[in-house]
């Protein structure tokens, strides 16, 4: 089976440019997370997904992030306008729900996202 | 709110022998999961090991085994016969069993003396 799938693996942009970072999750998992990982905070949850819906997005920085599901195989997250504090490598994560023995979830290989 | 602490921020070890990597939570929550994440250079997370907290035995997995203390809240990592391949950052991760998002250590930089 295909693992989750995130594009691009690397992007580098330019200060006020807006990034489309995308995820396709394990097929029939139907939870889906965004989490970043940086230097200084470590990793962190942005936003999780529950059957397309937005359950959590405390973790959201600030109005430039918005995240989307549009269907149970595919989520973006997008910064606009970027800023170099966005440089970090983003996850996608998926799992099952928790009742179905979801209690693992399962990384994409990361978007290493430099804004110069 | 829920913590992980991971008190090592580097280990080493030689190739072959058995190392321990320390992990300690904090919750007021009785049932939840633990994990170990390895994240090689590479930056994939990949699963290692994890633990129901409602099990007392310890899990195991091929060379990894967690020694898993509830009351102290305590979740370590014991890696035998070491390998080259071991090498990675180790994260310990909690997560409350109907809450969503994992809940990170700040990582143990492991390297693997050959």
């Known amino acids: 089976d295909a693992g989750v799938i995130q594009s691009p693996r690397h992007e580098v942009t330019e200060m006020g440019q807006e990034v489309t970072l995308r995820c396709k999750p394990i097929?029939?998992?139907?939870?889906l997370f965004w989490y970043r990982q940086t230097m200084m905070r470590g990793l962190e949850l942005l936003i999780y997904?529950?059957?397309?819906?937005?359950?959590?997005d405390s973790g959201m920085p600030e109005d430039r992030f918005s995240a989307k599901m549009p269907n149970a195989s595919f989520s973006t997250l997008k910064i606009q306008p970027s800023e170099p504090r966005d440089s970090a490598v983003y996850f996608c994560?998926?799992?099952?729900?928790?009742?179905?023995?979801?209690?693992?979830?399962?990384f994409g290989p990361g978007t290493r996202l430099l804004v110069l | 709110a829920q913590t992980v602490t991971q008190s090592q921020p580097e280990m080493s070890v030689q190739e072959a022998e058995t190392v321990t990597l320390s992990c300690t939570y904090d919750?007021?929550?009785?049932?939840?999961?633990l994990f170990w994440y390895k994240q090689p250079p590479s930056r994939q997370m990949i699963l290692v090991i994890r633990?129901?907290?409602?099990?007392?035995q310890n899990a195991t997995e091929n060379r990894f085994s967690v020694n898993f203390q509830k009351a102290a809240k305590s979740f370590s990592l014991k890696i035998s016969d070491s390998q080259l391949g071991d090498a990675a950052m180790y994260f310990c991760?909690?997560?409350?069993?109907?809450?969503?998002?994992?809940?990170f250590g700040q990582g143990t930089e492991l390297s693997v003396k050959p």
């Open positions: 994560a998926s799992s099952f729900g928790y009742r179905t023995g979801g209690e693992t979830q399962y």
């Open positions: 097929s029939g998992h139907d939870y």
């Open positions: 997904f529950n059957n397309n819906v937005p359950i959590d």
């Open positions: 919750t007021s929550e009785s049932d939840y999961y």
């Open positions: 633990q129901e907290a409602y099990k007392q």
């Open positions: 991760a909690y997560r409350y069993r109907t809450g969503g998002k994992l809940i």
